[in-house]
Structures are given as C-alpha cells and as structure tokens.
C-alpha cells in the first residue's frame, strides 16, 4: 500500500479532466458491503465525516448510499467523479481521512467490499440537468 511519503515523492498525478477531453464519460464506482443489521449505524456514523469530506473534492460528481431492498445490511455506495482512473488510484484514494472509515468497516462488515467499476454505452446516456428540485 501507498503511503503520503511515497505519493510525494512521485510526479504529481492530475486527474484529466475527461469531460474536456471527450464526451462525458465518468468515472462511476459502485462499492457494496454487507454488514450485521445491528451494526448499520456503526456504519453509517463512520461512513458521515468520510462523506463530508468526498462531496468537497472538485472532481467528486455524484455521492450516494443505498440500502439494497430486501437485503438487510446490504449497502451500496455509488460515486461518480470527472477524473481518470490513474488519478483515483493514486491520488483520491489515497488520502488520509478514508483510513478511519475503512478501519471501522474492516471490523463490523461480514465480507471484504466489492468494487464495480463503470463504464457507460455509447448512445444510452441520459442526464437531466434540472427539474426544479434538489435532493
């Protein structure tokens, strides 16, 4: 695993800015754990601050959590940034405030995560920039 020191000693990676460079295209994560149902506020006190964090990186697009219906303490967290996946690996996810986070779902989850990258059809996307609400 990286540490801070190795990524400093590296060049520095810049994420390319991929909606300058093609069309559109994301970089959309979908991760998913199981947890015990009694520990899904454990959960969700430690995923918060890691949350807060996230939704002010720039190139940080979409953030959100599901609980999968029908399976209790499934959990999905699905993230959408503008950056390559070069940049992810070794600069976001690398910084530091994920270590609580992954150090409280190491304990209570009842698997190791399951990491789904994304990569969207060509002529099947479809956003809607405004319909008059925020969620």
């Not at 149902?37 to 002010?56: G, I, M, T």
């Not at 609580?100 to 059809?121: D, M």
Request: net charge negative; charged share 25%.
């Amino acid at each position: 695993m990286m540490t801070a020191q190795t990524i400093t000693a590296k060049k520095e990676v810049k994420p390319q800015i991929l909606s300058s460079v093609t069309p559109f295209q994301p970089l959309t994560i979908h991760i998913t754990w199981i947890i015990p149902p009694s520990h899904v506020s454990q959960f969700y006190d430690a995923l918060y601050p890691l949350k807060e964090k996230l939704v002010l990186e720039d190139e940080c697009l979409y953030f959100n959590v599901f609980a999968i219906q029908g399976k209790p303490g499934f959990m999905r967290l699905v993230e959408m940034w503008d950056c390559d996946m070069e940049w992810m690996v070794e600069v976001q996810s690398q910084k530091e405030y994920y270590k609580g986070f992954f150090e409280t779902v190491s304990r209570i989850a009842l698997e190791p995560q399951k990491v789904e990258v994304l990569c969207s059809v060509e002529g099947f996307q479809f956003v809607r920039r405004e319909r008059g609400r925020s969620f």
